[in-house]
Nanobody, 115 residues
Framework: QVQLVESGGGLVQAGGSLRLSCAASETFLRATAMGWYRQVPGKPRESVATFTSGGSTSYANFVKGRFTISRDDAKNTVYLQMNSLKPEDTAVYYC?????????WGQGTQVTVSS
């Protein structure tokens, strides 16, 4: 059972930055994809940024140029650097790993951007 633990959320003013971290309980070697989703109440979870097994990255259009996904395999940790934050970025952010046809989720971390 893979466990993912997010941290780094909080309250920030518009235009500010936050860095989210997601620590995994095991190596990323088995993952075919990993990354970040976000969700606001009443709306479906939406993809924010992804690493594929080949190491390429992809971003949602609404975060391109502002957010950067990165990883430290030695620490089994994936990061999401969020810059130029906007009030509409307010959401619970979840990290995930896709391993052998199953998706594992973290518990989520709240990001609130004030105007």
């Amino acid at each position: 059972q893979v466990q993912l633990v997010e941290s780094g959320g909080g309250l920030v003013q518009a235009g500010g930055s936050l860095r989210l971290s997601c620590a995994a309980s095991e190596t990323f070697l088995r993952a075919t994809a990993m990354g970040w989703y976000r969700q606001v109440p009443g709306k479906p979870r939406e993809s924010v940024a992804t690493f594929t097994s080949g190491g390429s990255t992809s971003y949602a259009n609404f975060v391109k140029g502002r957010f950067t996904i990165s990883r430290d395999d030695a620490k089994n940790t994936v990061y999401l650097q969020m810059n130029s934050l906007k009030p509409e970025d307010t959401a619970v952010y979840y990290c995930y790993e896709h391993i052998a046809g199953r998706i594992y989720w973290g518990q989520g971390t709240q990001v609130t951007v004030s105007s």
